[in-house]
């Protein structure tokens, strides 16, 4: 009996969903190696009830949560850009209360500004909600499935020792398969969209490790390479390999696009022309696929330039000479990445497109469709 398409949808996402649970299970219990002395340090909730005479740097503050709830401490005050706050009273902060066997001391860490961030989520999940509709839940969830998977599933297996390079991959292909598959099902356009953005992203991989060869430019010259290299020492993680791993996960958002489009437009393309041969609806994929690299390439340019605008601005003020500017580490990462991802995007054009034109004008696909879904049938 041949199942349904919700059928193989639901038995796609069950098999994915087991192997999260699976892999996450697996790096629960990685034991985390202390690289700094917190014993008696804790970070509280507080709030301001009195501000001490201007200049002391010091305020009290009744603690509202943790074993100290209920204690006013005084606490120092440093009002940074970085670290502390401007208190005032009434004014909810994070403290951080280091206590011993004889007294306590406390400090401000930054005004508690944990709930302005969950309000802002919580708006940004509704305007898609009420955008997006079933379409905008089926993103947020795909969303937060990958961001668990790189909390519970990538983040430890480096920290074990697993290479970053190829866990990246695998929660790439992970999050791939489930995002394409909550979205649109098991269809040709689903798997050609999945089999395109992974090979893009591989491909934007492999670029980034050959301009590195070519440059001599690694994971090793980045501008927090000193503190890198402690965590490394004191942990298994491969500290070289950081970089492109991220370059990686940063390509993925923007070839999934390409994949996707593509393969959808292709699909409705197939059918409204049902006789429409491979070899065109290959031209058709390539034609469209152009007019999306220009701008996703813009777009993930762009997106590395926003991040290190900081840097960009540094080096204008200061003038740097050409021959320091062109040979400079910082730049030669950010030219580096911003290649890289734009070169996965490009690839995922004929990746998707041949894909795509071969699985929809395959005259067995339908048998193979059939055997897809025999898969998830179950026992009678």
Known sequence: MQISALSRKAGCLAIASILFLILAFSFSHVSITPLMNNRGRTYEKAEVVKLNSPGKGYVRARVISGKHRGQTLSARSVDSYLYGAK???????????????????????????????????????????????KK?????????????????????????????????????????????????????????????????????ALYAVVFSAVTHIGGYNVSDIENLIYVGEMTHIQIGQLLFAGILIAALGAVMDVGMSIASFLDELKHKSPSISQKELFKSGMHVGKDMMGTMTNTLILAFVGGSINTLVFMYAYHYPYLQLINMYSLGIEIMQGLSSSLGVILAVPATSFVTSVLLTFKKQGKIMHQISKCFARDS
């Open 136 to 204: 905008g839940l089926i993103s947020i969830i795909a969303l937060l499935f990958t961001l668990l998977s790189i909390i519970f599933i990538f983040l430890p297996m480096i920290y074990i020792g697993f290479s970053p390079i190829l866990s990246s991959i695998l929660i790439v292909a992970l999050t791939t398969f489930v995002t394409m598959i909550s979205i649109d099902g098991v269809f040709a356009k689903s798997i050609s969209a999945i089999i395109g953005t992974i090979l893009g992203v591989v491909m934007a």
């Open 87 to 133: 208190c005032q009273v009434g004014m909810k902060v994070i403290l951080i209360v280091t206590a011993s066997s004889t007294n306590i001391e406390a400090s401000v860490y930054s005004e508690n500004r944990a709930p302005a961030l969950y309000a802002m989520i919580a708006l940004f999940i509704g305007i898609v909600l009420v955008i997006g509709g």
